[in-house]
C-alpha cells in the first residue's frame, strides 16, 4: 500500500495541478448510512475535474453520486465531460465538472469496489495528492472513563491550509487514534490499541463502534446551503474496535493522527473500579 497506483501521476485533480487544495473531509468519517470512503476536495460549483491516472472511462450516472472512474480512481459528484469507454490522459481530459451544489470533488481510491476496498489516497507512501501539507497536529479533549473500563473521547484536526468558496474550510477527523495503557511509573502494560485506522474504509457495521453517540458530520448538504459546517468528532477510544480497560490504576496515553502524519499524545491518570 506504501506506492503509487501504476500510471497515477502526483498532483491534483483541479486546477492547478501542482498547488495544494483545500480538503474538507477525509476517510471513514460518519455519514448518514455510510462511512466516507474517500477525501473531499473543496470546489467550486461547474470547476473542471482532470484525471489523475490515464486509462478508459467508465461512467456512473446516479444523480449527486454520478462519477467517473479512470483506473483505481473515482471522481465523484460531476457533470461527466467523458464517455464510456473513452481514453482519458493524465492531467489533460477533462473528465467532468463539479455538480451544484455539490461544491467539492470527492475523490476516492478502490482497489476492489465490489468488495467495497477503498483505500486513504493520503496514505504516506503512497500519496498522489502533492502537494500536501499541514502543520497542526490533532486535538484531543480530556478522556471519559466509566466503570466496565469504556473509554469515549472527543477528537479532531484543525487545518493550516483553508479557503473560502461557498462555504470555510472546516476542521477534520483524525486519521487515527490509539491508546497505549502504562503503570504509575510509567511503564508499559500494553502495546498500542487502535481505536481508529484510515489505511482503509471501515464497513458502516462498525460504524457505532468507533464513533460514540452524537457524533456527526457535515455533510453535503450543510456545506451546500451554509457558510459554515461544523462536524463533532467523538470516538469509543476503549471498548469499540480497541479492547476495555482493565479494573486498576493507569496512566492513560491517547494518540491521535491526521492526513499529513502529525502525531499528538495525550496522558491522564484513571482509574477503573
Not at 460531476?78 to 482519458?88: A, C, N, T
Not at 500536501?132 to 469504556?150: K, M, N, Q
Not at 468507533?210 to 471498548?239: E, V
Request: include cysteine.
Amino acid at each position: 500500500m506504501g506506492c503509487w497506483p501504476s500510471g497515477a501521476i502526483p498532483g491534483w485533480p483541479l486546477k492547478p495541478f501542482h498547488a495544494q487544495h483545500a480538503i474538507r473531509a477525509g476517510l471513514n468519517e460518519l455519514r448518514t448510512g455510510s462511512m466516507h470512503i474517500g477525501i473531499d476536495i473543496q470546489a467550486w460549483n461547474g470547476q473542471a475535474v482532470y484525471a489523475m491516472q490515464g486509462g478508459t472511462a467508465q461512467v456512473t450516472r446516479a444523480g449527486i453520486d454520478t462519477r467517473v472512474r479512470v483506473g483505481r480512481f473515482l471522481y465523484w459528484h460531476v457533470i461527466p465531460s467523458v464517455s464510456d469507454g473513452q481514453h482519458v490522459t493524465p492531467y489533460r481530459t477533462v473528465v467532468g465538472h463539479v455538480l451544484t451544489p455539490a461544491g467539492h470533488l470527492h475523490l476516492s481510491e478502490v482497489l476492489d469496489a465490489a468488495a467495497n476496498y477503498y483505500i486513504n489516497p493520503l496514505r504516506p507512501g503512497g500519496r498522489v495528492l502533492a502537494p500536501y501539507r499541514d502543520l497542526a497536529p490533532p486535538v484531543i479533549g480530556t478522556p471519559h472513563v466509566d466503570s466496565g473500563g469504556v473509554v469515549d473521547v472527543a477528537a479532531y484536526d484543525p487545518q493550516t491550509f483553508v479557503v473560502h468558496t461557498t462555504y470555510s474550510t472546516p476542521v477534520l477527523a483524525p486519521a487515527a487514534l490509539a491508546y497505549r495503557l502504562y503503570d504509575r511509573a510509567g511503564r508499559p502494560l500494553t502495546a498500542l490499541r487502535w481505536a481508529l485506522r484510515g489505511t482503509h474504509v471501515y464497513p458502516f457495521s462498525l460504524a457505532w463502534t468507533i464513533y460514540w453517540p452524537g457524533s456527526r458530520g457535515g455533510g453535503w448538504l450543510c456545506f451546500a446551503y451554509h457558510p459554515r459546517c461544523t462536524p463533532n468528532w467523538h470516538y469509543r477510544l476503549a471498548g469499540g474496535l480497541a479492547p476495555r480497560l482493565p479494573s486498576g490504576h493507569y496512566r492513560l496515553t491517547t494518540y491521535a493522527w491526521d492526513w499529513a502524519g502529525n502525531t499528538i499524545a495525550r496522558d491522564d491518570d484513571v482509574t477503573v473500579h
